[in-house]
């Protein structure tokens, strides 16, 4: 599998100076089961999953309500059974579902046809809750399998959001051939997990938590230098676990509205793939 990138020189809409996309995995305690790989976790580390549909993920719906902005969330079909409230409270915000694994497999390796049932099953959960059909995926622990490019074509995916390539957003190209995939590549240090993740779990695991204004100062560098480049991405990744904490929150919506008044477009991953693709479909048609 090859990948290349092909996003370079992109104009976003409205003369804005980059796509922001703020997703978040609404993965509860399936995430730190994931970690130590592992179902059985402790009590103690289970409850800190339990903070994002207890209480973490009312706190993103209010601020993403306040700025007026529609987000991607990424939910493993079984939080959909698990949390069907939490789901459909994201849903009816008006925020789009997609694929993230079934119960958070991060295994390498599973087997195909295990990956593609489990898709199936999700897809359907998913769709249940707001009637659309999934567009987006993104692998649990970024595990990308040498086989989920095929499956997301086969599948009539629009995007994936888990490489770590480049900055730009880009449209796979396998073995020479141009595939209508849109990769939103997302970076570890625009992740909550990075600086928040905190367990005593597994001794591999981070087990220390950042002051709030320290990582606003990184992302908002982040943001400033992508912006100025003029083409880029930049693809948040958060959990309503950890970012969904009263300090954390305060500072993504004081970046939220940095970003704003500079020159952000701040959308959804479908919107913005979407946009992608159609750009890649024009320049196409232009080289013909
Ligand atoms: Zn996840």
Redesign the pocket.
């Given at each position: 599998m090859i990948f290349l990138k092909n996003g370079e020189g992109i104009r976003w809409p409205h003369g804005k100076r980059i796509a922001v996309m703020l997703t978040f995995?609404f993965?509860a305690e399936?995430?730190r089961q994931?970690v130590i790989g592992k179902k059985e976790i402790g009590f103690s580390d289970r409850s800190r999953g339990l903070y994002g549909p207890h209480e973490g993920l009312a706190r993103c719906l209010a601020m993403l309500k306040r700025q007026e902005i529609r987000s991607t969330f990424?939910v493993?079909g079984k939080i959909v059974e698990e949390y069907p409230e939490e789901v459909h409270a994201i849903a009816e915000a008006g925020h789009e579902l997609a694929y993230?694994?079934y119960d958070?497999d991060a295994r390498i390796g599973i087997p195909e046809a295990e990956e593609e049932a489990n898709m199936e099953k999700s897809e359907k959960l998913l769709q249940s809750v707001n009637g659309e059909t999934v567009a987006g995926y993104?692998a649990?622990?970024d595990g990308m399998q040498e086989y989920s490019l095929a499956l997301l074509q086969k599948r009539k995916y629009l995007y994936s959001s888990t490489l770590k390539d480049c900055d730009w957003a880009y449209v796979h190209e396998t073995d020479g051939m141009e595939q209508p995939i849109v990769e939103l590549p997302t970076e570890p240090g625009i992740d909550d997990f990075s600086y928040f993740y905190f367990s005593y779990a597994d001794e591999k695991t981070i087990t220390c938590t950042y002051p709030s204004d320290y990582v606003y100062d990184i992302w908002k560098d982040y943001f400033d230098e992508l912006a100025s480049e003029g083409d880029k991405v930049m693809v948040l990744k958060l959990?309503p676990q950890l970012i969904g904490r009263v300090s954390r929150i305060r500072m993504l919506e004081r970046l939220v509205l940095y970003m704003k008044q500079n020159g952000a477009w701040i959308t959804t991953c479908r919107e913005a793939a979407q946009y992608v693709l159609n750009d890649w479909k024009q320049r196409k048609g232009g080289e013909q």
């Open positions: 995995d993965d399936l995430l994931s990424f493993p993230h694994g958070h993104r649990p622990l959990h």
